[in-house]
């Protein structure tokens, strides 16, 4: 992950928009991206994930894009529900190393 | 977050005190993490362990920082002198043998004032 200053980047939605929120990442050897989840209160929980010989995963509701060329990573959401209201972080790993490296996180609002 | 348990959940403690956290992580996992959460830096890895030996403790602030983990099933991290900006949260993550994501404990708020 990238550090993107001090101040929490936010995106406010509206009930049943899609969300897509936006990560960089640095280093280009890193071959696995990860998307977490945190509410208010918890530790951060695994949205995602994608590998770097991939450029799109998709989940539940979810899809991870990965363009490496440019070293950028987002998390579309569909359908965003308030429940989806939560910080979310990148992170990313290489093969020669075991730990991840994490974004400083987006906050996302959901509006009924 | 029931597969790895973090006590306690919130910790006040006055500057100059020790301070204990702990990790009892699932089964099944290698690798276990200490990451340190606050809004300036955002979550910072403190050390990490694979088959309960300090790989990587680069990210420990300073001496007074100190990790453990007698056998698998848990680990603490100790603070000892807690300072005010020790303040943060806290968490334990664990990783399996293989290029997965982490599980993450609660977390343990730690105020120092």
């Known amino acids: 992950g990238e550090s993107v200053g001090l101040h929490l980047p936010t995106l406010s939605v509206q009930e049943g928009d899609n969300s897509i929120i936006n990560c960089a990442y640095s280093?280009?050897?890193?071959?696995?991206f990860i998307w977490y989840k945190q509410e208010s209160g918890k530790g951060p929980q695994f949205i995602i994930d994608i590998r770097s010989n991939m450029d799109k995963r998709q989940g539940q509701r979810v899809t991870v894009l990965l363009n490496k060329t440019v070293k950028h990573l987002s998390l579309q959401i569909a359908a965003t529900q308030p429940g989806d209201s939560a910080v979310y972080f990148c992170?990313?790993?290489?093969?020669?190393?075991?730990?991840?490296?994490f974004g400083k996180g987006t906050m996302l609002l959901v509006s009924p | 977050d029931a597969g790895v348990i973090q006590s306690p959940r919130h910790e006040v403690t006055e500057m100059g005190q020790e301070v204990t956290l702990r990790c009892k992580p699932i089964?099944?996992?290698?690798?276990l993490f200490w990451y340190r959460q606050t809004m300036m830096r955002g979550l910072e890895l403190l050390i990490y362990f694979n088959n309960n030996v300090p790989i990587d403790d680069s990210g420990m602030p300073e001496d007074r920082f100190s990790a453990k983990m007698p056998n698998a099933s848990f680990s603490t991290l100790k603070i000892q002198p807690s300072e005010p900006r020790d303040s943060a949260v806290y968490f334990c993550a664990v990783s399996p043998d293989s290029p997965l994501g982490y599980t993450f404990g609660s977390g343990t708020r730690l105020t120092v004032v």
């Open positions: 089964s099944g996992h290698n690798s």
């Open positions: 992170a990313d790993k290489y093969s020669g190393y075991s730990t991840l490296t």
């Open positions: 280093n280009s050897a890193s071959d696995y």
